[in-house]
């Protein structure tokens, strides 16, 4: 191994080869929705109570008034929303982010992107300071999977599919 250096590009490099998936977190605030794709998402941190996490910048301006309201939706998105997640993500737009893009608002306040692979809601548990982000510790109060659609993957900076090895085995390409 050789000394890890303190440049951002570098540190970013060497995690962009940890596949992810792409979650899209979200809610109404006041009379608008907001919400932002996330790809430092972890599910099971615990069973019981179920909860997940995730890393915001603490420079996010849509994180701040997201931890505010009551419930949160998420999405996993699924592996045909690639274009979905890039439109959602632009910072040029952001208070268009969900003009045109298929979503449902919850009576709590929960966004989700319709077609997902996982959509869940969930209250803000706890945050956590992690360096130049915060870390957010999430309890999941209803969820829905379709188990049908494959996650949308996002490895070395690019979108990815889970593709299976060999017919029927239902491994993905590298396992054992």
């Known amino acids: 191994m050789t000394p890890l250096t303190a440049a951002p590009v570098d540190v970013r490099a060497m995690f962009s080869q940890f596949p992810t998936g792409v979650v899209v977190i979200g809610a109404r605030v006041g009379s608008d929705v907001a919400g932002m794709v996330v790809s430092s998402f972890s599910v099971g941190v615990s069973l019981s109570p179920p909860l997940v996490s995730f890393a915001a910048q603490r420079t996010s301006e849509t994180w701040p008034p997201l931890r505010e309201v009551p419930r949160l939706g ?103």
């Open 74 to 176: 998420i999405s996993i998105l699924a592996q045909h929303q690639s274009e979905l997640c890039a439109k959602i993500a632009s910072t040029s737009n952001r208070h268009k982010r969900f003009d045109d893009v298929p979503h449902d608002v919850t009576r709590s306040g929960a966004l989700t992107i319709r077609d997902a692979s996982v959509v869940m809601e969930v209250e803000l548990a706890d945050e956590f300071p992690a360096g130049d982000h915060t870390l957010a510790l999430l309890e999941v109060k209803h969820a829905s999977a379709d188990t049908d659609r494959a996650p949308l993957v996002f490895h070395r900076s690019m979108f990815k599919e889970i593709v299976p090895s060999d017919a029927g085995s239902g491994r993905t390409r590298g396992t054992r």
